[in-house]
């Protein structure tokens, strides 16, 4: 109800209803940092992008080939996918890597080639063998192609001039290197090769082996006790061809080793 005032006014008889206040939001209202950056990217930048974080590059450089989209490939397989979209906009997820670009029609393979290799020395003696006569070849080219006789080489009589240990002759000339050896201890070719001669040496070798190597280039092996090969039998290096042991012209078990170029002796030391 209202009353009339002596001016004409009326005037509320019962209280008059709160109003309400309009709500304003606060001035400080914290925004997305990444909202801008998400809305200026597409779609193919944020697949690739996620692709490049969760380490499936390579499946989402399969699936970006199928949609037929030109996209980059950075070698090797398990490093970083770039693709590039309509607008020309790149995204890498690494960098300074060299790129291949790869058409949608191409076949993209993510393995990698091993590449291995193993030291071949029987190939390396038969290259020098077969690059010069083996009678011009030199000590330092040489050295080291032939394999140890023995597992363990311990030198006793060089090869060369010496006084003979069984008449006590000075100037003898001594054909071969002697090496320390127990009688029974397995000798091992020097190389692969075939054996040519497997017997009794009657000029003081006793029980002998000799291993032809082709190119004009022999070892032999001698004093020994026993033999494991026979005439005509192919070898290769490493394998035992005989015991050592003390037969022949000999003092006591060693192994008296040769190594004969053209049919002329050389000294060992200079191919071991």
């Not at 450089?61 to 397989?77: D, I, S």
């Not at 995204?91 to 790869?102: C, F, H, L, N, R």
């Not at 003898?172 to 692969?192: K, L, Y």
Request: include cysteine; charged fraction near 15%; proline fraction near 6%.
């Amino acid at each position: 109800m209202s009353t009339q005032t002596t001016r004409g006014r009326r005037r509320a008889s019962v209280p008059t209803a709160e109003l309400r206040t309009a709500h304003v939001p606060p001035q400080g209202r914290p925004r997305d940092s990444q909202r801008e950056v998400r809305r200026r990217k597409g779609p193919l930048r944020q697949m690739a992008e996620f692709a490049a974080a969760s380490g499936v590059g390579q499946k989402a450089g399969v699936a970006l080939a199928v949609t037929g989209l030109v996209l980059t490939v950075t070698m090797p397989g398990t490093g970083a996918l770039t693709a590039t979209s309509e607008s020309g906009q790149a995204s890498s997820a690494v960098g300074t890597q060299p790129e291949i670009p790869a058409s949608a029609s191409a076949t993209i393979d993510f393995s990698r080639a091993a590449v291995s290799t193993t030291a071949d020395p029987d190939s390396r003696l038969k290259q020098l063998l077969s690059a010069q006569s083996v009678g011009s070849i030199q000590a330092s080219s040489s050295k080291g192609t032939l394999g140890a006789p023995l597992d363990t080489l311990v030198a006793s009589s060089p090869f060369g001039y010496r006084v003979n240990p069984i008449t006590g002759a000075v100037g003898e000339f001594h054909r071969g290197q002697d090496f320390v050896a127990q009688c029974g201890t397995p000798v091992h070719a020097a190389a692969a090769g075939k054996v040519t001669f497997a017997g009794w040496h009657p000029y003081g070798g006793g029980n002998r082996v000799v291993v032809d190597h082709g190119n004009g280039l022999e070892t032999t092996y001698n004093h020994l006790s026993a033999f494991n090969v026979k005439v005509g039998q192919a070898v290769s290096r490493g394998d035992v061809v005989a015991l050592s042991g003390t037969t022949g012209a000999s003092t006591g078990c060693h192994l008296h080793f040769e190594v004969m170029v053209n049919g002329d002796v050389v000294d060992p030391m200079g191919w071991l």
